[in-house]
T-cell receptor, first 115, second 117 residues
């Protein structure tokens, strides 16, 4: 089955710096890659996603890149702010022909933005 | 409210007790997922409903876990004879899209934290 690995597990940056989180996946059939932000005591919230027919997508300070050949995708946050501090999860959808496009999540990255 | 609502938010159970966790999805959402999130880990898929039909229960860890969505809206996750390894946050998510989560967004609730003593 699909396996998603995520690095680093923790990341500390100074306010205003950029942060990059990387994920790799194993199943070449995966075709949907969302990123979620989870704050303490809250459920994950979608922040950006990308489909396999697109190489890069940007939304204000966040961007995601996808390399299908290498089976890895990355989240880039520019001009980080203290409110960006949270746990970030990457995920991949197995996308098989059944009824479920269940998400397989990475293990998460704890991002701390130091003011 | 407009979001996915889960109850109880916190549940402490003695080993061997049965528990029931409730999920109220966003009104009209046809797809509903349950995930289990252990401390410091990413969510892991448990089961999926399309309206009232449970189409995938491959992630349920044992036959002690049972989920239902009888009228295609509210869902209940039941855990029988709880064990310490069942301690986790149980997340419910819903989407208006069939065969979610793509391309529709998946909305998560805040979760039910279960602690088994």
């Amino acid at each position: 089955g699909e396996n998603v690995e995520q690095h680093p597990s923790t990341l500390s940056v100074q306010e205003g710096d950029s942060a990059v989180i990387k994920c790799t996946y194993s199943d070449s059939a995966s075709n949907y890659f969302p990123w979620y932000k989870q704050e303490l005591g809250k459920g994950p919230q979608l922040i950006i996603d990308i489909r396999s027919n697109v190489g890069e997508k940007k939304d204000q300070r966040i961007a995601v890149t996808l390399n299908k050949t290498a089976k890895h995708f990355s989240l880039h946050i520019t001009e980080t702010q203290p409110e960006d501090s949270a746990v970030y999860f990457c995920a991949a959808s197995m996308g098989y022909g059944g009824a479920t496009n269940k998400l397989i999540f990475g293990t998460g990255t704890l991002l701390a933005v130091q003011p | 409210g407009a979001g996915v609502s889960q109850s109880p938010r916190y549940k402490v159970a003695k080993r061997g007790q049965d528990v029931a966790l409730r999920c109220d999805p966003i009104s009209g959402h046809v797809s509903l997922f349950w995930y289990q999130q252990a401390l410091g880990q990413g969510p892991e898929f448990l089961t999926y409903f399309q309206n009232e039909a449970q189409l995938d229960k491959s992630g349920l860890p044992s036959d002690r876990f049972f989920a239902e969505r009888p009228e295609g809206s509210v869902s209940t996750l039941k855990i029988q004879r709880t064990q310490q390894e069942d301690s986790a946050v149980y997340l419910c998510a819903s989407s208006h899209v069939l065969r979610a989560p793509q391309p529709g967004e998946l909305f998560f609730g805040e979760g039910s934290r279960l602690t088994v003593l």
